[in-house]
Every structure is written in structure tokens, then in C-alpha cells.
């Protein structure tokens, strides 16, 4: 099991529901959420060997912006 962070502009409850059906859909994803209480909107990804780069054009798909965290 692996944990990414990405920094997005998941802005609020709304933003979550338009996200949702598309990483509910991927498969590789354990769990996931999104601490909009921080500035950086930061998205946690449990995966189970899910490549980054499929989480960030997901989201990019879904209109929104995602940047893998170091």
C-alpha cells in the first residue's frame, strides 16, 4: 500500500462531488480525501499501485489541477 499527496484546487464539498465518480472509478484506489481546510487543498490517495501520473490526468479530466507532493 502506498500513500501520495497531490497539492489541487478541490476547493470545497462541491468540487468533491464533481471529483468523486472519477476516482471512485479507478481501480487501484483504496481510499482517498481531500483536506480542504488546507491551503493547498491537498488530495491523499491510498493506493495499491496506482501510478501518480493516472491520479493527475483524472483529475485533470474532472477539470481540476493536481501536483504530486514530494
Known amino acids: 500500500m502506498e500513500t501520495l499527496k497531490f497539492k489541487t484546487n478541490v476547493n470545497c464539498g462541491g468540487?468533491?462531488?464533481t471529483v468523486t465518480p472519477y476516482l471512485d472509478q479507478l481501480k487501484g484506489i483504496v481510499k482517498w480525501s481531500v483536506?480542504?481546510?488546507n491551503p493547498l487543498k491537498v488530495l491523499t490517495v491510498?493506493?495499491?499501485g496506482?501510478?501518480?501520473d493516472v491520479i493527475v490526468e483524472t483529475?485533470?479530466?474532472a477539470g481540476y489541477k493536481?501536483?504530486?507532493m514530494a
Open 66 to 68: 493536481a501536483d504530486l
Open 50 to 52: 496506482l501510478d501518480a
Open 46 to 48: 491510498e493506493t495499491s
Open 35 to 37: 483536506d480542504t481546510s
Open 15 to 17: 468540487c468533491i462531488a
Open 59 to 61: 483529475l485533470k479530466n
